[in-house]
């Protein structure tokens, strides 16, 4: 076994470790963990540029230090491993407009950093990214219209803008934006009628239509 490849086991060690740690709710342990992670993946990745394995390894790495942070409720320095992030996944995904593994990764890239730019109110940046990644998650779908995971990373998407529009008093575009969402969660329940946790993204939908409906008509 050569050197990168125990600097790899040795990284994947460390994430697991940190993932434990996670699930045991010790985020200061799991952020460590991570990070001894990354600073391996970063050596590999300096090591051999051309390496999209390790480009990708690099990005999981940093969304797993921003999710820790954001669970730590940090999300200013979430946004600095989220961005980071970004760069890589946004080169992957240009290299290679048909790895739908990458496409995917971006789109949920825009994501969290959507949700915190949502979470601390601006919510022009929120929309640029949630834009950003409907765009992704539309292209997505259009490509494999069968695939449910893609069809619920779609509706989500669109709870999300309408959140953002609502928040930012936009309603009919908020109202607009939960109704197409919500019209593909109710699809997906017909076609996965044993799927308990689009019922309840379904109900989100309501809520937050009918909570349009009283703003309306207070």
């Known amino acids: 076994?050569?050197?990168?490849?125990?600097?790899?086991?040795?990284?994947?060690?460390?994430?697991?470790?940190?993932?434990?740690?996670?699930?045991?709710g010790d985020l200061a342990g799991a952020l460590k963990s991570y990070r001894d992670s990354l600073a391996i993946i970063e050596r590999l990745s300096a090591s051999d540029p051309g390496n999209t394995e390790w480009q990708r390894d690099l990005l999981v790495s940093y969304n797993k230090i921003g999710d820790v942070q954001v669970a730590q409720g940090n999300?200013?320095?979430?946004m600095t491993p989220f961005k980071e992030g970004l760069v890589i996944i946004d080169r992957l995904a240009r290299s290679d407009p048909g790895n739908a593994e990458w496409q995917r990764d971006l789109f949920l890239s825009y994501i969290k950093?959507?949700?915190?730019?949502?979470?601390?109110?601006?919510l022009a940046g929120a929309l640029a990214s949630y834009r950003d990644s409907l765009a992704l998650s539309t292209r997505l779908v259009r490509s494999d219209a069968g695939n449910a995971e893609w069809q619920r990373d779609l509706s989500i998407n669109y709870a999300k803008l309408g959140g953002a529009y609502a928040k930012s008093n936009e309603a009919a575009k908020a109202r607009e934006s939960f109704i197409a969402g919500r019209a593909i969660m109710a699809r997906l329940i017909e076609q996965h009628?044993?799927?308990a946790q689009?019922?309840?993204?379904?109900?989100?939908?309501?809520?937050q239509i009918a909570e349009l409906v009283v703003r309306d008509n207070p």
């Open 1 to 24: 076994m050569g050197e990168n490849e125990n600097e790899g086991g040795l990284a994947l060690s460390y994430d697991k470790l940190g993932d434990r740690q996670v699930t045991e």
């Open 75 to 78: 999300l200013t320095a979430a």
């Open 113 to 122: 950093i959507g949700d915190i730019q949502a979470a601390q109110g601006d």
């Open 193 to 195: 009628p044993d799927w």
């Open 198 to 207: 689009l019922k309840q993204e379904l109900e989100g939908f309501d809520t």
